[in-house]
């Protein structure tokens, strides 16, 4: 059975630019989640999509944001890319009330660099 | 709001010795409590979660954590470590009252000597 998987595994972008991560969950998930995991930050909660809805919303800009879709993959976009965006950028995806049962299933990140 | 701390940001230990990782949450609720493992260059994995029912859990690859109420703890063990064990691991504390906020800790790297 396949993973989670994410695309692409590297970006390197400039301070400004635009950033789209794309994430596949696991056949049957219906929830995706985004984090961010920042250099000595850990992981900080992004955005939270069941059913194609956003469902929770982390303390992040407005300028993170994604959306779900049909078929429940995910794309994260991150607008007007600021230096302190480089990070790796980890999907996770669950059954319905996964997180009532803590299995989240990870993909192996994108990894965003901007310059 | 809930949240965890990790109280050890890197653990050294030596192959065969016991493996403690320690953990403690903050949560106006009845919580629902996990660790995670990320080996370098991959996901996390789940590795063990307490959700109310019996307080000693037991995960995999021989690691286990107590949840103790008293003293809102939740640290993590293993008896003996192995060197396929060194890999960062997390505390995650999840309130289902509260839209299923789910707060990572910050990590724990663990070493693990030849």
């Known amino acids: 059975e396949a993973g989670v998987t994410q695309s692409p595994t590297h970006l390197i972008k400039t301070r400004g630019q635009q950033a789209t991560l794309r994430c596949s969950p696991i056949?049957?998930?219906?929830?995706v989640y985004w984090y961010q995991q920042a250099l000595g930050l850990g992981l900080q909660f992004l955005l939270w999509?069941?059913?194609?809805?956003?469902?929770n919303r982390g303390n992040f800009p407005p300028r993170f944001s994604g959306r779900q879709f049909p078929n429940y993959s995910s794309e994260l976009n991150v607008n007007a890319l600021e230096l302190e965006d480089s990070a790796l950028y980890l999907c996770?995806?669950?059954?319905?009330?996964?997180?009532?049962?803590?299995?989240?299933?990870f993909g192996e990140g994108s990894r965003l660099t901007v310059l | 709001a809930q949240s965890v701390t990790q109280l050890d940001s890197h653990v050294s230990v030596s192959e065969g010795t016991p493996v403690l990782l320690r953990c403690n949450y903050s949560?106006?609720?009845?919580?629902?409590l996990f660790w995670y493992v990320q080996h370098p260059n991959k996901g996390l994995q789940l590795l063990l979660k307490?959700?109310?029912?019996?307080?000693l859990v037991k995960g995999i690859n021989g690691f286990e954590a107590e949840f103790k109420k008293s003293e809102t703890s939740f640290h993590l063990t293993k008896p003996s470590a192995h060197m396929s064990d060194a890999a960062e691991y997390f505390c995650?504390?999840?309130?289902?009252?509260?839209?299923?906020?789910?707060?990572f800790g910050a990590g724990t790297r663990l070493t693990v000597k030849p």
């Open positions: 995650v504390v999840s309130d289902v009252n509260n839209n299923n906020d789910m707060r």
């Open positions: 056949s049957g998930h219906t929830s």
């Open positions: 949560s106006s609720y009845s919580p629902s």
């Open positions: 996770a995806s669950s059954f319905p009330g996964g997180l009532n049962t803590g299995e989240l299933f």
């Open positions: 999509y069941d059913e194609g809805e956003e469902r």
């Open positions: 307490y959700t109310s029912a019996a307080t």
